[in-house]
């Protein structure tokens, strides 16, 4: 069965460095989103990017977020310079398209602790 | 904006049945999603209501009623490995794009022998 893929499962960075959380969605799959989950608390939906641009975003997804689809396959997260409140972990989905109930498929996520 | 309310936490035992409910105040809505998603792992889809009424999947069930602002997620014949925590998310009709999940904190379901 296809699946969203995400690398790295783990990353430990220094506050104030740049990371890139990368997510490989579904093959056939159009929409792509990122959420992130801080621990022991609710998932919140980041971004949202259709037709390579950005379709709707949340207040969280502010100018030290970017995202990209540089290839046919990947979709990334940037966060330009990580602050210790960015640790939680980063959820990438996608789902076909997005209509009346089309389900958004979740990847395993990256834990991202920022020290 | 959105609220959603769900119960922190609830436990039942192997073999029964439980009952969890999801309760929203939606600004648009426009289909409510069930997920579960075990400790540390992602979240994963279970069912999808945008209608009133139940939509059943095997051993798990889910209702809507849109003029209440109220889901469940019906669990029958308990297994030991449905122990995780079962999520409740609304799509907003006035998103941009109406594909932004709102989620509940979520419901974790401790199943006992």
């Known amino acids: 069965e296809p699946e969203v893929t995400q690398t790295p499962s783990h990353q430990v960075t220094q506050m104030g460095q740049e990371v890139i959380l990368r997510c490989v969605p579904i093959s056939n799959h159009l929409y792509f989103y990122w959420y992130r989950q801080i621990l022991g608390q609710k998932v919140e939906f980041l971004v949202s990017f259709y037709n390579n641009e950005i379709s709707e975003k949340s207040e969280i997804f502010d100018d030290q977020f970017s995202v990209e689809r540089p290839d046919g396959s990947n979709f990334t997260l940037k966060i330009r310079s990580t602050k210790l409140e960015d640790s939680a972990m980063y959820f990438c989905a996608s789902s076909l398209t997005s209509g009346d109930g089309e389900t958004q498929y979740f990847g395993p996520g990256t834990r991202l602790l920022v020290l | ?113």
């Not at chain 2, 119960?7 to 289909?31: D, H, K, L, R």
């Not at chain 2, 109220?70 to 490995?81: D, G, H, P, R, T």
């Not at chain 2, 006035?94 to 989620?103: I, K, R």
């Open chain 2, 1 to 113: 904006g959105q609220n959603i309310d769900q119960p922190t936490e609830m436990t039942a035992t192997e073999g029964a049945i439980v009952q969890i409910n999801c309760t929203y105040q939606t600004s648009g809505f426009n289909g409510l999603f069930w997920y579960q998603q075990h400790a540390g792992e992602a979240p994963t889809f279970l069912s999808y209501n945008v209608l009133d009424g139940l939509e059943e999947k095997g051993r798990f069930s889910s209702f809507l009623s849109r003029s209440k602002g109220y889901s469940y997620l019906l669990l029958k014949e308990l297994q030991m490995k449905d122990s995780a925590s079962y999520l409740c998310a609304v799509r907003d009709s006035l998103s941009n794009a109406g594909n932004m999940l709102t989620f509940g904190g979520g419901t974790r379901l401790m199943v006992k022998p």
